[in-house]
């Protein structure tokens, strides 16, 4: 069976940064690092992880303004078809 995925993201929310780490395929990372809370600072760590195929984003927010419409916890999507 083929992974669905190539590489698997996941981040822990911040206000003013927010924490990456992200693992291919093998379980090798290839980010974990701090990113600023900046929408242009995020697209291009999923852009840069877009280059190794599909990506699935997993985000963990307890809650707050940015997405008010989702319920607090953890949830996912796939980069890029779907742009919470």
Same mark, same amino acid.
């Given at each position: 069976?083929? @992974? $669905?995925?190539?590489?698997? &993201?996941?981040?822990? *929310?911040? #206000? /003013?940064?927010?924490?990456? &780490?992200?693992?291919?395929? @093998?379980?090798? #990372?290839v980010v974990n690092r701090g990113?600023?809370?900046? $929408?242009?600072?995020?697209?291009? *760590?999923? $852009?840069?992880?877009? $280059?190794?195929?599909?990506?699935?984003? %997993? *985000?963990?927010? %307890? /809650?707050?303004?940015r997405w008010p419409w989702r /319920?607090?916890?953890?949830?996912?999507?796939?980069?890029?078809? &779907?742009?919470?």
């Amino acid at each position: 069976m083929q @992974a $669905e995925f190539d590489v698997y &993201c996941g981040i822990d *929310v911040g #206000k /003013s940064h927010h924490h990456l &780490c992200a693992l291919d395929r @093998a379980g090798v #990372k290839v980010v974990n690092r701090g990113v600023a809370n900046d $929408e242009a600072a995020l697209r291009t *760590v999923f $852009e840069a992880l877009a $280059e190794r195929g599909r990506v699935l984003v %997993v *985000v963990d927010q %307890v /809650s707050g303004p940015r997405w008010p419409w989702r /319920s607090p916890g953890t949830w996912a999507w796939r980069w890029p078809t &779907c742009r919470g």
